[in-house]
Every structure is written in C-alpha cells, then in structure tokens.
C-alpha cells in the first residue's frame, strides 16, 4: 500500500489525505516536502522499501519534490495530482549513506522524455541538472 501524506508548511496533518495503493505486500510511503525536513525524517524512508536509497521527484517549476515510493512513476503521480506539470517533474535516487558527492543521482525512467530533449534515464541537461540537485539539497538539508 502506498500512503500519501504532505509535509513542509502545509497544515495538512500526516493523517489526512492518504491514499492507499495495493503493491503487494509492500507497505510504502510518499510525502511532499515543500520546506526542509530533518535528517531523520529522510532517514526514516530507508527500507521503505530500499535499504541503501529513496526515490524522488523533484518540481523544478515548484521547487517541491515527493520522496518514497517504490517507482518514481507513483511519486509523479502524487505531483501531478497536486497541480504540477509534467515538464516540471525529473526523478531521481538518494543515497544516504554515499558520500556527499554521490548522494543525488539523476537516473529515472520518468526522464526519458524526448519531446523534451532527453533521450536517456540520465538527466542530460547540465544547468536542469543543476537545478533539481539544489532543489533536492535544500529540501533534505544537504549535504550532511
């Protein structure tokens, strides 16, 4: 099941506005984060369901991501629900427990986006890159 909760400056309680998804056994969670969260908080999502990173995706229009999931493809749908534009949305992974300089990567099959000229998982453009690794870092607090 995957349970949708927003956090940041929205007064939306943890408990309000979940939604529930069958994933098999698989008990996930996504949340908007619009504002930065603690370390522990972050830290929290390992396991669910990877042990060593998190999904993300990032709004670069919005400077908001959804973190957690175990596709990047339902995080987007969380975004999309919450008024973003898919032009906006670029997944990726976060990896703790990495060094600083390895944490973000910027692999997704949501990238894939020829009309918008990336052709690969990769995210192609240096300064959109650029743009959603801030977004990440400011959001998470990074680096650690």
Known sequence: MIFFARIGTSSIDRNEGIRHKQAGNISVEIIII???????EALRFLGLPFEDMVKFVVDVRRG??????????DA??????????????????F???????SQIELHSLINIRPA???RSLVVQDEALA???????????GLPW
């Not at 987007?76 to 992974?93: F, H, I, P, T, Y």
């Not at 990896?95 to 300089?101: H, L, M, S, T």
């Open 116 to 118: 918008d000229k990336n």
């Open 76 to 93: 987007e749908a969380v975004l999309l629900r919450d008024g973003s534009k898919q032009s906006d949305l670029w997944g990726g992974n």
């Open 64 to 73: 908001i991501m959804a973190f957690g999931g175990s596709m990047h493809a």
């Open 34 to 40: 619009d504002q930065k969260i603690p370390k522990e």
């Open 130 to 140: 650029q743009s959603i690794k801030s977004v990440t870092s400011r959001l998470l």
């Open 95 to 101: 990896f703790p427990k990495n060094p600083a300089e």
